[in-house]
């Protein structure tokens, strides 16, 4: 009963070929989230929807496009990948915005995506 | 510019010692701290989470401290356990414009 879970969990492919990871909740949450992290082992967010609307978008190639069919999922598609598209991405989920004191967030396991 | 920054970048102790890992932050306006754990191939997840009028927080063998004033938070793992070895990030939630700035962790090894 996995509360986030993401798949798949390691992800190998060319440059330029398209591909998608999924994510599902089952905690109920209103908001969900995509997270990079880079080999520095930084975590940062690219999206944010909130019961199926976008509203955090950061400084993201377009090449990145999320896509949430019902509050419970959240998958990013990402177009001609690039070998700097290498890194550990991170699906989570929180009540409301996730900022105040009462709103953890939750996080999958993470998808490795390695582009050779 | 909202910065969390974390010292030591990594720390290897015995199992069964204690450490102290640090956090300082410039965040403004400053709502919550937060402390996650991060094991090797896993998501974080929530240790802590402190807000200002709190100065010390437990859960189990971790004991988080935060000093608004000087804008710094420790993490302390006491009697270290072989399944403490992971990454401890702290977070730090700047509410009125949504956004959580994440530090890049210390690295905790704890060796037999």
């Not at chain 1, 990013?76 to 991170?90: Q, R, T, W």
């Not at chain 2, 996650?36 to 896993?42: A, H, I, L, S, V």
């Not at chain 2, 530090?103 to 037999?112: Q, S």
């Amino acid at each position: 009963d996995t509360a986030v879970s993401q798949t798949p969990k390691y992800l190998v492919t060319q440059m330029g070929n398209d591909k998608s990871i999924k994510c599902e909740q089952n905690l109920g949450h209103d908001t969900m989230y995509w997270y990079k992290q880079d080999s520095k082992k930084f975590l940062k967010i690219m999206f944010s929807y909130n019961n199926k609307e976008l509203i955090i978008n950061e400084t993201v190639p377009n090449r990145f496009s999320p896509k949430s069919p019902d509050k419970a999922h959240l998958n990013l598609h990402i177009n001609s990948l690039e070998l700097g598209d290498s890194a550990v991405y991170f699906c989570a989920s929180s009540q409301g915005t996730g900022v105040s004191w009462y709103e953890k967030l939750f996080f999958g396991s993470g998808t490795q995506l390695s582009v050779l | 510019k909202n910065q969390v920054e974390q010292s030591p970048q990594s720390l290897i102790i015995l199992e069964g010692k204690n450490c102290t890992l640090q956090c300082n932050y410039t965040v403004s306006p400053f709502s919550n701290l937060r402390w996650y754990k991060q094991d090797t191939g896993r998501g974080p997840v929530s240790l802590t989470i402190m807000t200002f009028s709190e100065n010390t927080k437990s859960n189990g063998r971790y004991t988080a401290t935060l000093d608004a004033d000087t804008k710094q938070s420790s993490l302390h793992i006491t009697a270290s356990q072989l399944s403490d070895s992971a990454s401890y990030i702290c977070v730090v939630s700047a509410e009125s414009n949504y956004q959580l700035i994440w530090g890049a962790g210390t690295k905790l090894i704890i060796k037999p």
